[in-house]
């Protein structure tokens, strides 16, 4: 059965049922946008009987409910909820346009090329019109709200249309008379009368020329019945809305809770007119959430109650197909109901904060450290149902191993929706009842090779080793501290950043090429003071220079010790040695990365760089 019927419909009553509210806006179109030329562009179109796009629109009152708002203008007394009867799905920046112009006596709302917002009345030329239609474009024109328009900085006076009697003097016709002409008309007949002009008559063929082609215009029509589901009807705005910026998830569930009388700005954003925090004021107190997006949280959400809802059906003895699905797809959280967004809403901004916590042990301080925020998604949705489980020793050390599994595997990065929901599942059954490991655990694999060729900063795996190595307990060269020791009063002097072990000018000077000196293998969280003491040097001179420091003050032994939290071979490096330095530093980081994976990797006798590496610094 065809969900949907075309057809053609005037222009002059589509522009009423707009007006008196029949046809409206669903609330998460946004607002409207079309420039000056745009709408001049488009009476002139019609004004040739051009084609200018089909309108889709949605029959109201079935499964798709969406709050409603009328166009920009129409009156919201008059176009009231109860009158809708059709909702816009595409063509708004059309219609709204056409009922600025056509319909209201008010200046049209829009914008010039720079974007600039205007005020604007809209009129044709009659007798350039009369020339042809070749001269439509240059005889329909817009004029400032004062129906003025201006030369000379200003000055000058080129063009007054402030009053009938100007526009009948100038032979220009208001776009917002054309569908109902007749006090406009009597107005010019009586001014030729008066002034021994015969305008009225060269009116009539502009009437008959051009008018009758709007009165006349039928806009193709395509309506969507009300049987469509709110999720085909949200894809099919979606492909429809190609020439306008994308609506995210988040602004489709806005429009459709509304008409459930739930405001999800409020929700998400607070209102403190009506005492409502909001869910991403509350997440931002932890700087690690401060990033979280709506339509992740509600990705979350979608996990929780999709697994519920499996969960449910299990315990019924469904089987096959008759199994919820455990999905964070983009239909499945177009499909979220209310009542699952007010049950979990809770829990999960709960389980957020838990796991900032846990991203806190793990040494993440900074969003810009996080290597997936994709994965903070299920890790979230997991401490929702754990609740303070997590904090038991075996259930966090399950949680912690596929959290690095995940970072050091790079399983996270591009689609990952399925991904969460397969973890979500086998993570709480791993923890629960035992099962296998996670599909995350069994799929990671760290090639040793890889840390040859870690060298961008925006890599997750080189952001997972840098905070590995930090979580170790790696103490600064100059200042002896740890990430940990550090709080807000000292954070800007001391806080620690990746640098090269083997300075680069160092490494150049030595033939020593980049692809190798840039590795994460030579590099490592130290201080911006540490940094500049080592400069260009050789690390046999810098380390002596840093031990010496009257700020520092370490014997050998002492400064050996600092060196090995970093996972340095302190012979090697004291004696500038720095391929011995690069294999033995592979070998306890790889050692460390094994640690976290909780699964053995692969040693190779020798270093293997790649040419085919992440972007260089």
Request: charged share 30%; hydrophobic share 40%; aromatic share 10%.
């Amino acid at each position: 059965m065809s969900t949907f019927d075309s057809t053609k419909t005037r222009l002059e009553t589509l522009l009423k049922d707009i007006i008196t509210g029949e046809i409206q806006l669903p609330d998460f179109q946004r607002g409207w946008v079309w420039d000056d030329e745009h709408i001049r562009s488009l009476l002139v179109s019609i004004a040739r009987a051009f084609p200018v796009g089909a309108i889709m629109l949605l029959e109201a009152g079935g499964d798709a409910k969406f709050k409603a708002r009328p166009i920009e203008g129409v009156d919201p007394t008059k176009a009231t909820p109860n009158k809708l009867k059709k909702l816009i799905l595409d063509g708004q920046q059309r219609l709204t346009s056409l009922t600025q112009v056509l319909i209201f006596r008010e200046p049209v709302q829009t914008r010039d090329h720079k974007k600039k917002l205007l005020q604007r009345y809209y009129y044709i030329d009659i007798e350039m019109a009369l020339l042809g239609q070749e001269y439509y474009e240059n005889a329909i024109i817009s004029i400032d709200a004062d129906r003025i328009q201006r030369e000379n900085f200003g000055r000058d006076i080129k063009l007054d249309l402030s009053t009938p009697e100007k526009e009948y003097e100038n032979f220009f016709f208001p776009c917002n008379q054309i569908f109902n002409s007749d006090s406009w008309e009597e107005g010019l007949n009586n001014y030729d009368s008066n002034h021994g002009s015969k305008k009225f008559s060269r009116y009539m063929k502009f009437r008959t020329q051009v008018i009758k082609e709007f009165r006349f215009y039928d806009l193709p029509i395509i309506e969507l019945n009300r049987d469509n589901k709110k999720e085909a009807v949200c894809l099919v705005f979606e492909k429809v809305n190609t020439g306008g910026e994308a609506l995210t998830v988040f602004e489709l569930m806005t429009a459709t809770y509304a008409a459930d009388n739930v405001n999800l700005r409020d929700e998400w954003f607070g209102n403190a007119q009506e005492s409502i925090e909001g869910i991403e004021p509350h997440l931002r107190k932890q700087s690690l959430l401060r990033e979280v997006q709506p339509t992740e949280f509600l990705q979350g959400l979608t996990l929780l109650y999709s697994l519920e809802k499996r969960q449910q059906d299990l315990k019924a003895g469904k089987t096959g197909k008759q199994v919820t699905g455990v999905t964070a797809k983009r239909e499945a959280v177009l499909s979220l109901t209310v009542d699952a967004f007010q049950k979990w809403k809770q829990p999960l901004t709960q389980g957020y904060w838990k796991a900032a916590k846990f991203l806190r042990q793990q040494s993440f301080f900074s969003t810009s450290d996080l290597p997936y925020r994709t994965q903070l998604i299920p890790l979230a949705a997991v401490m929702a149902l754990l609740g303070d489980r997590w904090l038991e020793p075996k259930i966090h050390e399950k949680i912690t191993r596929w959290f690095w599994c995940g970072i050091l595997g790079e399983l996270y990065g591009g689609a990952v929706e399925t991904r969460m929901a397969l973890d979500i599942q086998e993570l709480i059954g791993w923890i629960e009842d035992g099962k296998e490991e996670p599909a995350t655990v069994r799929d990671a694999n760290f090639q040793p090779a890889r840390l040859g060729t870690l060298r961008s900063r925006t890599s997750a795996a080189y952001k997972g080793i840098n905070t590995l190595i930090q979580r170790e307990g790696s103490q600064d060269f100059f200042w002896k501290s740890t990430i940990r020791d550090l709080d807000e009063t000292d954070w800007e002097e001391r806080r620690l950043d990746i640098h090269h072990i083997f300075p680069k000018s160092w490494c150049d000077k030595n033939g020593i090429p980049a692809s190798r000196y840039n590795s994460i293998l030579n590099k490592t969280p130290i201080s911006f003071k540490a940094n500049r003491m080592i400069g260009g040097k050789a690390p046999s001179e810098y380390l002596i220079q840093l031990q010496k420091h009257d700020s520092v003050q370490l014997d050998d032994a002492a400064m050996n010790a600092i060196l090995a939290t970093h996972q340095i071979d302190a012979i090697t490096l004291r004696q500038d040695d720095f391929e011995g330095f690069m294999a033995s530093r592979q070998r306890m980081i790889l050692a460390k990365i094994e640690a976290a994976m909780g699964k053995p990797v692969l040693v190779m006798d020798d270093l293997a760089f790649s040419d085919v590496t992440d972007e260089e610094e």
